[in-house]
């Protein structure tokens, strides 16, 4: 192992911490999912830096980003585009929608109906978009960050499965310890905050690329491998779920795992790096049946249920 992955995560955390004051495990996340070329749902009250963790994010790749409002009246060629005629060349020009960008914030996501959200799985699941009836790709790196408010569903459509099962992780963002309320008045007493992200210096074109084969080039295990099943079988069988954990959902608990390996610069994956990962990527992709939400559980809950009932490989 070359440790360059290591090297790049530590270097990612130290600068959006410049900008950004806590939420470790959030901006932990985004740094696995930008590596995987997955999405990342954040769960949060209003306030708490989530566009600013997104533009942060854009400028250390370099790249460019967008934000979309998504409202009840949210069309698909709002996020993806449309053709224009132009009288002076009697032609129609494409004119692409924020969904051409590498960072993309979509805010509030579910308060977009389907087709709104139909328009977004295809580029979050196939990195294209169809626009006038070709095939469009978007660039890369491609990375959407979706917020949710937990607070407000009144005139909000929840996510469909088959969407929320697309994203990579799920972050909850909470209010943040005393302390970081102080550092963040404190930066916000001497300016904006967002006026420092273009101050911070991009990463060399290619390191991401070279930090994914770095992951590639993790190994992992039987046992490990073994333990991503059980995890999986084992929240299908639960009694306190409707719906149990995808294929995909094991999937992406092994890549996950296995990127975070290479961000602790080890070139095989442990049980740890499973276990530590195991609840964001799960807690999404599960349906809790009644009885279980009226004893109080939420996802979290479950998901620590499930863990707990297996042994862990030594």
Excluded: W
Aim: hydrophobic share 45%; proline share 6%; net charge negative.
């Amino acid at each position: 192992m070359s440790g360059r992955a290591r090297e790049v995560a530590e270097r990612f955390h130290r600068d959006v911490h410049r900008i950004v004051v806590g939420q470790d495990e959030t901006v932990r996340l985004a740094f696995i999912a930008l590596l995987l070329g997955g999405h990342l749902l954040i769960e949060g009250v209003p306030g708490t830096a989530k566009t600013l963790l997104a533009r942060t994010i854009a400028r250390l790749i370099g790249g460019t980003f967008k934000r979309i409002q998504f409202t009840p009246d949210l069309m698909p060629s709002d996020i993806v585009g449309t053709s224009i005629y132009e009288i002076t060349t009697s032609n129609f020009r494409i004119k692409e929608g924020p969904i051409f960008a590498n960072v993309v914030l979509a805010d509030e996501v579910n308060r977009a109906p389907a087709k709104a959200q139909a328009a977004l799985l295809e580029a979050m699941e196939e990195k294209q978009v169809t626009l006038e009836g070709d095939s469009r790709p978007l660039p890369r790196p491609f990375l959407v960050i979706a917020t949710q408010n937990p607070v407000e569903y009144e005139g909000t459509y929840p996510l469909p499965e088959a969407e929320l099962d697309r994203f990579l992780f799920k972050a909850i963002v909470r209010y943040p310890e005393s302390s970081e309320e102080q550092a963040i008045l404190r930066a916000h007493d001497k300016g904006q905050p967002l006026a420092e992200v273009d101050k911070l210096e991009p990463f060399a074109k290619g390191v991401l690329d070279e930090c994914a084969a770095e992951v590639d080039g993790v190994t992992v295990e039987d046992s490990v491998l073994q333990y991503v099943v059980r995890i999986v079988e084992e929240s299908r069988k639960s009694t306190d779920l409707l719906l149990g954990a995808s294929p995909r959902a094991g999937v992406h608990l092994l890549r996950a795992a296995k990127t975070a390996a290479a961000i602790e610069g080890r070139d095989f994956v442990t049980p740890d790096d499973v276990k530590s990962l195991a609840i964001p990527t799960l807690r999404h992709r599960l349906v809790l049946r009644a009885e279980a939400e009226i004893e109080g559980l939420d996802a979290d809950a479950v998901c620590r249920r499930v863990l707990a009932r297996l042994d862990v490989p030594r």
